[in-house]
């Protein structure tokens, strides 16, 4: 990724910075990130470059210009008596007029190669409606956006897809304004809506109080979700997805693996927590810790496969004989030379064509069971027969369940 700021034009004379963030192969559909309050600080940084992470030309306009050039503020309360004091000066009319200037300058960037898509938050997020009804972008994705009710004699304007995500306790957008913005809606089917239950307004800012890492978290998926349906870029996921899973299980080749993942990514393998968060310490984790303490006849059997906007999940069956000290399964546990077949769920989320991190879950109690350190009698595990169901539905159920008999009588 680059960074840079180019001058735009405006319409009434004059000129405004914006800050371009152009992803790593220099191309690419376009966004138009529009800022909170706080002008174009840190955070509105960090989302332009995770978005040209995503693969898209980010461009972020200084729409501030008027009242001070370059404002970036941070939270604390010298820095939002001054955000206020800036809103009391905006004009959203010149605001949208310069969101248009910079979208009619965007789609001439030679780094831009499709469409142009809004994205906003708090301010930004009411600005993102406005550019989809009134500056012709391509769609449009506000987060929070403060006074759209006051707006909705516009909501017939706009005919590109957007996404609204509204926090459940948000003091700045009440849950009676979401009501009126929704209703505004009800008939147009390429407007969605979600909601974030005990979620607060800017629960996607880290570092403020507000933040909420889950909330953040699916609504990125979302947005990234409608801005690859409109404008893409459509990349391979499973082709990048298997090339991974090679260079583990097949060549075992550690700066192979490393080269599919983003600069900072990180694996979890939730029953264990071993894994590793950004490249140094993933690198180790691979090369000491996976990669050799893998069983050399691992098998990897498929059983079903769901494709999103930014992730795979694989459910699989995982198969192996523990002929060695396996790290990252089974640390500080002696070679049992028993076979283990387990039910395992990888579920791999990636930025732009890279992966991002991986989540694995299986079946602890289940491995332990079969290497014999884990007695199941009068306990509610299983062995070998939790990854023999899997594939085969007719198997009995509920034989752990002493009261299944129980209960045979009244269902007759």
Not at 80 to 103: H, N, R
Request: charged fraction near 20%.
């Amino acid at each position: 990724m680059t960074g840079r700021y180019m001058d735009i034009k405006a319409t009434d004379g004059g000129s405004f910075r914006a800050l371009v963030t152009v992803p790593e192969n220099g191309s690419g559909p376009a966004i138009v990130l529009l800022q909170e309050i706080f002008g174009l600080n840190q955070q509105m940084q960090d989302v332009a470059k995770l978005y040209a992470e995503e693969g898209y030309v980010v461009v972020a306009p200084d729409l501030f210009w008027r009242i001070e050039p370059g404002i970036s503020l941070g939270y604390d309360e010298q820095d939002f008596a001054k955000a206020l004091s800036c809103l009391g000066k905006f004009d959203l009319d010149q605001a949208a007029a310069d969101i248009g200037a910079t979208v009619a300058a965007v789609r001439a960037m030679p780094e831009v190669t499709g469409m142009v898509g809004a994205l906003g938050f708090c301010l930004g997020g009411k600005l993102a409606y406005m550019a989809a009804a009134r500056c012709g972008v391509d769609c449009a994705v506000s987060y929070y956006g403060v006074g759209i009710e006051g707006m909705l004699d516009e909501a017939a304007t706009i005919t590109c897809p957007m996404e609204c995500h509204f926090a459940g306790d948000d003091h700045r957008v009440p849950q009676d304004a979401v009501a009126e913005i929704k209703a505004a809606f009800s008939d147009h089917k390429e407007v969605a809506f979600f909601d974030y239950p005990g979620a607060e307004h800017a629960f996607n800012t880290p570092g403020r109080p507000s933040y909420d890492k889950p909330a953040s978290m699916i609504a990125h998926t979302r947005a990234v979700a409608l801005f690859r349906r409109v404008m893409g870029p459509v990349y391979n996921l499973v082709e990048l997805w298997e090339a991974h899973v090679a260079y583990e299980f097949a060549t075992r080749d550690v700066d192979a693996t490393m080269a599919t993942m983003v600069d900072m990514p990180y694996v979890n393998h939730i029953p264990t927590m071993t894994g590793g968060v950004g490249y140094k310490e993933l690198h180790r984790f691979y090369k000491n810790h996976f990669i050799p303490k893998t069983p050399a006849d691992t098998k990897l059997i498929p059983i079903s496969r769901t494709v999103g906007s930014d992730r795979v999940v694989d459910e699989m069956l995982f198969c192996f004989t523990h002929d060695i000290e396996i790290d990252w399964m089974l640390p500080g546990v002696a070679p049992t030379r028993r076979y283990v077949e387990i039910p395992l769920v990888a579920i791999v989320c990636f930025r732009g064509n890279k992966l991002y991190h991986e989540h694995i879950y299986w079946d602890q109690a289940s491995v332990l069971v079969q290497i014999g350190v884990l007695d199941p009698a009068n306990l509610p595990v299983a062995g070998i027969e939790t990854a023999k169901k899997v594939v085969d539905e007719g198997l009995p159920s509920n034989t752990l369940m002493a009261r299944w008999a129980e209960s045979a009588a009244a269902a007759e």
